[in-house]
């Protein structure tokens, strides 16, 4: 399914096809890319759950510590479409590949930097000032980083095959939460209580530094999309008159289609960030479940993943985005209230089936998702407007996902307010995806 606005015809396709080889090594490069970006982010949400509270925080009680380090994990949330715009515009008129290694070097250098911080017991106010600096220089990173390696695949895609190319950016986010809690848990096992809040913690973020090795591979062996190569030259034309700004093209004739795209996508960053995060701190803060015994379940979880998105994309490929995105919308919403009545049990088991199902929703949606918000657009304000669509949903989901489930949880004493926060998010983008559906089949008809 193509849902491109039919006022913004299609530039003509490039004089020369790209070799099977050239989509492989892209598809290659756009995944790893993916995958050290979104380790890198994730790091820092297991860390606000274990222990940044106490290190960064330390005023007041335990909930106190964690609402404030959640706060500053929600920080890089609200940073990620000022990436998104500012590397959208620049990605639809300089390039994709540009765009992609200045995000890849930025998140490198912040990661490493957090990972090298002073707590607040050595320098005080400074430590928690600068951690929220550098939280936002994530969520920039991140914000600019998903459009171009989305579009690098996507762009790149064999005809037919655009849902599969670009499952391959979004396997970036399962082998990240797999990565990054495997690093946790093997430091766990490594050292001590102490060592581990005195250091242990700390070496997952020093790692984000081979993160510079991959945006230097990329910057000299990855060619621009042949997509965006025939956009340019339309572009091109357009700017003499004045008219060729893509951020101004999306804001006035496309704002509806951008946050139509974010309010279908919000349950899902919202569930997954509940998952990874807020779970992780409600399991050993309230059930007293062992922190190994949850990252584990998590990583078998994200495991699954891998092999999940793919097999969504390739049905959409088939049956299209639409119908395989709403299915699992739908998915998260009955599934909401049984996730949290298995995770109440404290039942490490019962653990694993409720997010193990959850994730396979996730999953369904998230498989399609990259070729879908591709298609919402055309070449030349495509890294802008797919951009913005899922910052917007980042925000409204995933940053204030976990700070709001412990809000939740302190003022009702129920999980089944956090089930609640996700069934209103699930209707919230059936809601959207029906109307996106609907101009879809309007476009197709005229």
């Known amino acids: 399914m193509d849902t491109a606005p039919p006022s913004r015809p299609q530039p003509p ?3 020369t ?22 380790y890198d982010y994730f790091v820092f949400g297991i860390a606000a759950a274990l222990v940044l509270g106490d290190l960064y925080f330390p005023a007041g009680s335990s909930s106190a510590g964690v609402l404030a380090a959640f706060a500053t994990f929600a920080v890089g949330f ?27 070097t930025l998140m490198g250098l912040a990661t490493t930097g957090i990972g090298l911080l002073p707590t607040y017991e050595t320098i005080g106010i400074a430590a928690p000032v600068l951690l929220v600096l550098l939280r936002i220089a994530q969520g920039v990173a991140v914000g600019a980083q998903w459009g171009g390696a989305m579009l690098l695949a996507t762009e790149y895609a064999p005809e037919g095959k655009r849902g599969v190319y670009g499952s391959f950016v979004q396997l970036g986010v399962p082998i990240g939460v797999v990565s990054a809690n495997t690093m946790f848990l093997v430091m766990g096992a490594a050292t001590d209580d102490a060592a581990f809040t005195a250091w242990g913690w700390r070496v997952p973020f020093l790692i984000g ?12 062996h990855v060619e621009e999309t042949p997509e965006f190569r025939a956009a340019e030259r339309a572009l091109a034309e357009k700017e003499k008159s004045e008219k060729g700004s893509p951020l101004r093209t999306v804001l006035r004739g496309h704002l509806g289609t951008v946050f139509l795209a974010g309010g279908s996508f919000a349950v899902n960053t919202a569930t997954f960030y509940i998952l990874i995060t807020g779970v992780l701190d409600y399991t050993t803060r309230e059930l007293d479940m062992k922190r190994s015994a949850v990252l584990a379940v998590s990583l078998c979880v994200s495991l699954t993943q891998l092999v999940l998105i793919p097999a969504a994309a390739a049905l959409s490929d088939r049956v299209g985005r639409i119908r395989i995105y709403a299915f699992g919308a739908a998915g998260i919403a009955l599934w909401a209230v049984p996730l949290f009545l298995l995770i109440d049990t404290g039942s490490l088991l019962w653990l694993a089936v409720g997010t193990f199902v959850a994730s396979c929703f996730l999953s369904i949606m998230y498989g399609p998702q990259a070729a879908l918000f591709a298609e919402l657009f055309t070449p030349e304000m495509r890294y802008t407007g797919a951009s913005l669509g899922y910052q917007i949903a980042a925000v409204l989901g995933g940053g204030l996902a976990p700070f709001l489930m412990v809000l939740l949880l302190e003022a009702t004493g129920t999980s089944m307010a956090v089930s609640a926060y996700i069934i209103v998010l699930s209707v919230i983008a059936l809601v959207s995806i029906k109307v996106l559906a ?9």
């Open 13 to 15: 396709a490039p004089a």
């Open 17 to 38: 096809t790209p070799r099977p080889q050239s989509h492989r090594k892209v598809a290659t490069a756009a995944a790893l890319a993916s995958a050290v970006e979104w």
């Open 78 to 104: 609200l940073a990620r479409p000022l990436g998104g715009i500012v590397a959208g515009h620049l990605g639809d008129k300089r390039g994709r590949k540009p765009m992609l290694v200045l995000a890849l």
């Open 209 to 220: 530094l081979f993160v510079l090795g991959l945006a230097w591979y990329i910057h000299r």
């Open 438 to 446: 609907g101009r879809a089949s309007s476009r197709a008809e005229s």
